[in-house]
């Protein structure tokens, strides 16, 4: 942190300064003066990390630069459009040497847990090396000759999306090889609240890496302060790890993502929904995947169709080539008009099951997965009320919530 002082001062960049070296704080709530002008001014858009260049590209001059970006990595002007942060940057002189893409690809097409395999981008000439195929986390030879790694890619605040996968084996590569990592930080749209059970060591995978609950409250740069602060990385590493945070945000600002973060999260409802209804991935129910309503509906050609009066047919789609029931009639629920959740609805689940005439094909191996622990699945299937269900997360939840608030960066 010395180090980065003494170039970042030499530059005479002495506010961004400022803003660095309070969000490298591993042990406070940094408040910094762009979260407590959104507090005056509430109305003023979010200016997101990547936005912010004067921040960051004097970190990234004369330097060899990789990037962790998708679709979702761009830098929006006044009128609405967007220019991709690779584009950007190559267009200031930065020498981008390569780009590392997660779950769905670089631009964003693949299907959920489809590999995705290395390549070349066609505009720009640069190196993409999949980190949703072979590996997961980037090899040495990978990172041979890198100074320093941009992670920019929007998340959704929830533990089965695994672009926080993607964040956490980053940090690990880029500490075993000493390259710094610089996070910039874009607005979390569950950020509002935090729910579910926390994650069972024994359940630990790519859907689920951390003790955090489904619904984490935490933007990516927070999450990555938490990932090195907590000591997650094997080993004892500590990343080198630097964050560009947002302006104008805080925890209750609402933004609707402008760009969808994956195939299957088209719009704000799906993305307010998926915390609830990604529970039925884990199961032989859809999802809505297949149909223009992702995550909005739900469907089994095994619940009883005189309950329940909406039905609808999935079909292959962008993201979706194979959905669950492809071709199948399902009946279900059309939630799309529902109200917004900020909590974990389990109501739906649980009425699924209740409905099934399929009940001892109703969960699969997956749904431990999701849910990070058996517990869930055995209550579901005892009948436990959502009321009781919710009511054993609490301890648990009040513990995370203690200790993510030493990595917090807005109100």
């Given amino acids: 942190?010395?180090?980065?002082?003494?170039?970042?001062?030499?530059?005479?960049?002495?506010?961004?300064?400022?803003?660095?070296?309070?969000?490298?704080?591993?042990?406070?709530?940094?408040?910094?003066?762009?979260?407590?002008?959104?507090?005056?001014?509430?109305?003023?858009?979010?200016?997101?990390?990547?936005?912010?260049?004067?921040?960051?590209?004097?970190?990234?001059?004369?330097?060899?630069?990789?990037?962790?970006?998708?679709?979702?990595?761009?830098?929006?002007?006044?009128?609405?459009?967007?220019?991709?942060?690779?584009?950007?940057l190559l267009a200031r002189d930065i020498s981008v040497s390569r780009v590392f893409s997660p779950e769905h690809g670089f631009r964003g097409k693949a299907d959920a847990g489809e590999k995705v395999i290395d390549g070349i981008d066609q505009k720009t000439g640069v190196p993409i090396i999949s980190l949703y195929g072979n590996n997961k986390k980037p090899s040495p030879k990978q990172l041979e000759g890198l100074d320093i790694i941009v992670f920019d890619i929007q998340d959704v605040g929830v533990r089965f999306y695994t672009y926080i996968s993607t964040l956490h084996y980053i940090l690990e590569a880029s500490a075993e090889a000493n390259i710094s990592v610089l996070v910039l930080d874009r607005p979390n749209p569950n950020g509002n609240y935090i729910d579910g059970p926390?994650?069972?060591?024994?359940?630990?995978?790519?859907?689920?890496?951390?003790?955090?609950?489904?619904?984490?409250?935490?933007?990516?740069?927070?999450?990555?302060?938490?990932?090195?602060?907590?000591?997650?990385?094997?080993?004892?590493?500590?990343?080198?790890?630097?964050?560009?945070?947002?302006?104008?945000?805080?925890?209750?600002t609402v933004y609707d993502l402008p760009i969808k973060p994956s195939p299957n999260l088209p719009n704000a409802k799906a993305i307010n929904l998926y915390?609830?209804?990604?529970?039925?991935?884990?199961?032989?129910?859809?999802?809505?995947?297949?149909?223009?309503?992702?995550?909005?509906?739900?469907?089994?050609?095994f619940l009883d169709r005189d309950f329940y009066s909406y039905s609808y047919t999935p079909k292959a789609n962008e993201g979706a080539k194979n959905p669950k029931h492809k071709n199948e009639l399902c009946f279900g629920k059309d939630l799309s008009n529902a109200p917004k959740l900020s909590a974990i609805n389990l109501h739906w689940l649980i009425e699924a099951y209740q409905h099934t005439n399929k009940k001892e094909a109703f969960f699969n191996s997956f749904f431990t997965k999701l849910a990070g622990t058996k517990k869930l699945q055995k209550q579901i299937e005892n009948g436990i009320s959502e009321e009781k269900i919710k009511a054993g997360w609490q301890k648990d939840l009040t513990q995370y919530d203690k200790m993510r608030q030493q990595y917090l960066l807005y109100p």
């Fill in 1 to 88: 942190m010395l180090s980065l002082f003494k170039r970042l001062f030499k530059n005479t960049f002495f506010i961004f300064l400022l803003a660095v070296f309070s969000c490298q704080a591993q042990t406070k709530s940094p408040k910094t003066d762009s979260t407590q002008e959104q507090v005056k001014n509430p109305s003023k858009k979010p200016i997101l990390g990547a936005n912010q260049t004067e921040a960051y590209l004097p970190l990234l001059k004369n330097k060899n630069v990789g990037i962790v970006g998708n679709q979702t990595s761009v830098i929006f002007k006044e009128d609405g459009s967007f220019t991709h942060l690779v584009d950007s």
């Fill in 198 to 252: 926390i994650l069972e060591k024994e359940n630990k995978s790519f859907v689920g890496m951390h003790p955090v609950p489904i619904v984490h409250g935490m933007t990516i740069a927070e999450y990555a302060q938490m990932i090195n602060g907590q000591n997650w990385l094997p080993n004892n590493l500590t990343a080198d790890l630097m964050v560009i945070p947002m302006k104008n945000y805080t925890k209750n």
């Fill in 275 to 301: 915390p609830s209804l990604c529970f039925f991935e884990g199961t032989n129910v859809n999802a809505g995947r297949g149909t223009n309503k992702q995550f909005q509906i739900f469907g089994s050609p």
